[in-house]
C-alpha cells in the first residue's frame, strides 16, 4: 500500500491560518474514521495531536483542528505561533490491522 | 511520567539480524496495545508492527512479515523487534510507542533507536 499523499510543505505568517491536506482512497482514509496527525520537531519523536478526525488529546491547544471530507483528512492550524514550526504527519487505518502514514509536510511559520 | 526508552540499534551488515528493546515505565504496560514505528533518514513515518496487551495478536506491515517478529514480556515491562534477514531499506530509527483506541493511535513515544544496514 502507498502513503497517503500529503503537500511536502507549507508556509504561514504568524497568526495566520493553515491547513494541511492528507489524501488516500476509499480503503483507508474514506473507509475509517481512525484518522490521526502527529506533530514532529527536528530530531524529536512524533507527537499526538488530534485522534478520531477531530479529537484533541489533553494539552492540545484548541487552534489545532481536524476534519473529513471523503477520501481527504485535514488538519487546520490557526493563529500560527512560531513552535507550530515543524512537520506533520497524517495516520489512517487501513483495514486488516494495518495503518498508512502520509509522507509528511512540513511547516514553515514565516 | 510515562517513558519509554528504546535500546538495541547499531550497524548491522545485510543479511543480519538485530534485536531492538523498548523499556516501559510510568503506565501500566500490560494494559496496552504496543507499536513500532520507523523513520529512514530525511523520510517519513512507516508503520511497522502493532501487538495487543496479551501478545495474542500481532500485525505487520508487508514489507517486514516474515522477517521481523514484535512481542513482549508483561513481567518486565518491555516490548521487542526481533529483525532477520535485514536489508538496506530497513535504515531508520525505530520508535517505540504506546498505543490506545485498540492500536489505532500512539499517545507516547520513545527517542528511537537508529538502526543502519550497510556493508
Known amino acids: 500500500q502507498s502513503a497517503l499523499t500529503q503537500a511536502r510543505s507549507v508556509s504561514g505568517s504568524p497568526g495566520q491560518s493553515v491547513t494541511i491536506s492528507c489524501t488516500g482512497t476509499s480503503s483507508d482514509v474514506g473507509g475509517y474514521n481512525y484518522i490521526s496527525w502527529y506533530q514532529q520537531h527536528p530530531g524529536k519523536a512524533p507527537k499526538l495531536i488530534i485522534y478520531d478526525v477531530s479529537k484533541r488529546p489533553s494539552g492540545v491547544p484548541d487552534r489545532f483542528s481536524g476534519s473529513k471530507s471523503g477520501n481527504t483528512a485535514s488538519l487546520t492550524i490557526s493563529g500560527l505561533q512560531a513552535e507550530d514550526e515543524a512537520d506533520y504527519y497524517c495516520?489512517?487505518?487501513?483495514?486488516?490491522?494495518?495503518?498508512?502514514f502520509g509522507g509528511g509536510t512540513k511547516l514553515t511559520v514565516l | 511520567e510515562v517513558q519509554l526508552v528504546e535500546s538495541g540499534g547499531g550497524l548491522v551488515q545485510p543479511g543480519g539480524s538485530l534485536r531492538l528493546s523498548c523499556a516501559a515505565s510510568g503506565f501500566t504496560f500490560s494494559s496496552y496495545w504496543m507499536s513500532w514505528v520507523r523513520q529512514a533518514p530525511g523520510k517519513g513515518l512507516e508503520w511497522v508492527a502493532n501487538?495487543?496487551?496479551?501478545?495474542?495478536?500481532?500485525y505487520y506491515v508487508d514489507s517486514v512479515k516474515g522477517r521481523f517478529t514484535i512481542s513482549r514480556d508483561n513481567a518486565k515491562n518491555s516490548l521487542y523487534l526481533q529483525m532477520n534477514s535485514l536489508r538496506a531499506e530497513d535504515t531508520a530509527v525505530y520508535y517505540c510507542a504506546r498505543s490506545i483506541s485498540g492500536g489505532h493511535y500512539s499517545d507516547y513515544w520513545g527517542q528511537g533507536t537508529l538502526v543502519t544496514v550497510s556493508t
Open positions: 501487538i495487543k496487551q496479551d501478545g495474542s495478536e500481532k
Open positions: 495516520c489512517s487505518y487501513a483495514g486488516s490491522y494495518t495503518w498508512l
